[in-house]
């Protein structure tokens, strides 16, 4: 197991009730794994709609996460 921290931005802190958490992750554990097994319930929306950042870089999907790892959850914002 490895510690992460995640971060929840606009709407996605009201859905967490929570701005930060720290977790422990299994090893090898990418951004999709995550979000299935921690974050998919709470959030209630599908992946495609969720941008995310590793240590304040822009972040794939198939990213593995390491230990001490700041993970970014953004949801999708709408301009006009």
């Not at 971060?7 to 929570?18: D, I, V």
């Not at 198939?62 to 001490?68: E, K, P, S, Y």
């Amino acid at each position: 197991m490895i510690p992460i921290t995640v971060l929840f931005f606009s709407f996605a802190r009201e859905r967490m009730h929570r701005d930060r958490w720290s977790l422990q992750i299994k090893e090898g554990m990418d951004i999709e794994a995550l979000y299935q097994a921690y974050l998919q319930a709470p959030l209630n929306a599908p992946l495609e709609q969720w941008m995310f950042s590793v240590n304040q870089a822009w972040a794939p999907l198939h990213q593995v996460l390491r230990a001490g790892d700041e993970v970014g959850v953004i949801p999708p914002v709408s301009g006009g």
